[in-house]
């Protein structure tokens, strides 16, 4: 029995390159589609990986809260000033009253002109605690971060984020030096690495980038600055009262963060009339991360098994045509005493063959992936930078990563397709009447 598949094997392999053009064609098909598989589910896995990773970057135990300026037909005016937004009252009742969490980070932000020596750059001024650089993920290049002993002294310090240092100090070392933030000075005491920016992130998370930014003690801007912003506008002025941008609240447990959400939103509703509030939990955005991530790889998978599905109807129009040229050479089998079942073994043989050729050398330009990303990537970027510049981050930045279940499913789906689709022509062949077959011209 094994004499006879082995020598079944060796018969249609050289039927097989009797043609080579042919039967190279029919695995190019197979290729096609096992490496579209295994790209497009790669691809797709890379671009959900970086969007989890922005989420996850936030804090799967974090609950952040962030200031929403109101339409102003709803908001109270007093003089011209409009006070809405989360308050130093809720960020001591928070932390007082609810007991999941362990500890809060205030944030203020404003937009403000940075200056040295002549240079300038308009970004972030942000008044922040020691913790920020541990929950936004930042790290110290030269010097140091804001300490506890900055806030409590109030002291004019400052960290310069990579792209302001780059701009206000191209020749000299910043660290000791002094910027000119509008009618005061700070003394920088830190440079930090660069940041890559985050996308939007829920309705009341806007995308943030950490380039252009100045931190510096939030009891320092509380003092120097304080909570009124006013903004002048050709001959008039509109002021706001804002005490804190945004809070962050870190829970003990990962299990709590939900319950201890819905508890902080009615804690809250309690003390503010308007909705000047967003509350964004990374938690909830990952779970839906997650569930769309293998929405969105079925459906990559369900496209990419279309070729596959292209492919096997190739090998189905291949072997059709074989046993068409083959039909004398069937008839001279069947009266030499072969029977159905060994003429049925031929034909799958040479169709199982094409498949497994096609599916092993897809599954090897599949693992190729990665490389050939980053070398396309590479090349767009030298040759269309501007269009490179203007993609969103997610995609200038994704990494395919290769799912290890795509592997084996794409070579089995492809063998088993070559089985399938060869089965039709293969019985065709078996059920010739041999006379009929020896006297085909």
Known sequence: MTLLWLRTWQVGIK?????????????LGIFIGVAAVIWLLAIGEGISRKAQEQIEGLGANNI??????????????????MPYGLTRDDYARLTATIPTVTRALPIRELRRRFSYKGRMVDGRLVGSTPDYAEVTKLEVDRGRFLTDADGREKKNVCVLAAGTAEKLFPFEDPLGESIHVEEQYYVVVGVLKPRMPTAGIGGSLAAQDFSSD?????????????DLVVTRRSGSFEGEMVQLSQITLRVDKVEHVMETAELVKQTLALSHRIEDFGV????????????????????M????AISLVVGGIGIMNIMLATVTERTREIGIRRALGAKRRDIVRQFLVETVSLSTVGGLTGVLGGL????????????????FPNVMAQLPD?????????????????????????VVFGLYPAMRAAAMDPIEALRHE
């Open 214 to 226: 100045v931190y510096i003690p939030i009891e320092t801007l509380r003092t120097r600055i304080g």
């Open 394 to 418: 997610v995609i200038k930045a994704v990494e395919p990563t290769i799912v290890p279940l795509s592997i084996p499913l794409a070579f089995i789906i492809a063998v088993t397709i070559g």
């Open 280 to 299: 964004t939990v990374p938690l909830e955005l990952l779970e839906q991360a997650r569930t769309t991530r293998l929405m969105f790889i079925l459906f």
């Open 15 to 27: 039927s097989l390159l009797l043609h080579p053009l042919r039967s190279a064609l029919t695995v």
């Open 301 to 304: 998978g369900l496209i990419a």
């Open 64 to 81: 952040i809260l962030r200031t929403l300026k109101p339409p102003s037909e709803v908001t109270d005016r007093l003089r011209g000033l």
């Open 368 to 383: 190729l992936c990665p490389a050939v990303t980053k070398f396309i990537q590479a090349r767009i970027e030298q040759a």
